[in-house]
């Protein structure tokens, strides 16, 4: 089982960046797919980026798309979501999850099983 802890939200104006970490407590490298999702008050959880087990695959969101980056560092076992551009529709707690499961495409947030806590990030006009 693999704990997740997230890091690196807080606020920021539109057009600005922020670097959200995501820290696991084991090797995720080839184990676990990983992704990063996020929840806006009164809205459904929506996935925002994930990336394979093997970093060959990764899902963006339409709405991030060229704007976000998600990178994994297998030496510290920490996945990373680089945004910027941002906008204030991108207010919103950002959670990271992985998952060992096959069988499922890695958007799918259903089939994450290990969540971190969330990181708020709230983008300003």
């Known amino acids: 089982q693999v704990q997740l802890v997230e890091s690196g939200g807080g606020l920021v104006q ?3 960046s922020l670097r959200l970490s995501c820290a696991a407590s084991t090797r995720t490298t080839s184990v676990y797919d990983m992704g990063w999702f996020r929840q806006a008050p009164g809205k459904e959880r929506e996935t925002v980026a994930a990336v394979s087990r093997s970093g060959d695959t990764t ?3 339409d709405s ?3 704007r976000f980056t998600i990178s994994r560092d297998n030496a510290k076992n ?5 945004m910027n551009s941002l906008k204030q529709e991108d207010t ?6 992985g998952t060992r499961r096959v069988g499922y495409t ?3 947030s259903r089939r994450y099983d290990y969540w971190g806590q969330g ?3 709230t983008v300003s006009s």
Do not use: D, R
């Open 64 to 66: 991030v798309k060229g």
């Open 119 to 121: 990181t708020q990030v």
């Open 78 to 82: 920490t996945v990373y979501l680089q």
């Open 106 to 108: 890695i958007s799918e």
């Open 59 to 61: 899902y963006y969101a």
């Open 14 to 16: 539109a057009g600005g």
């Open 92 to 97: 919103a707690v950002y959670y990271c999850a």
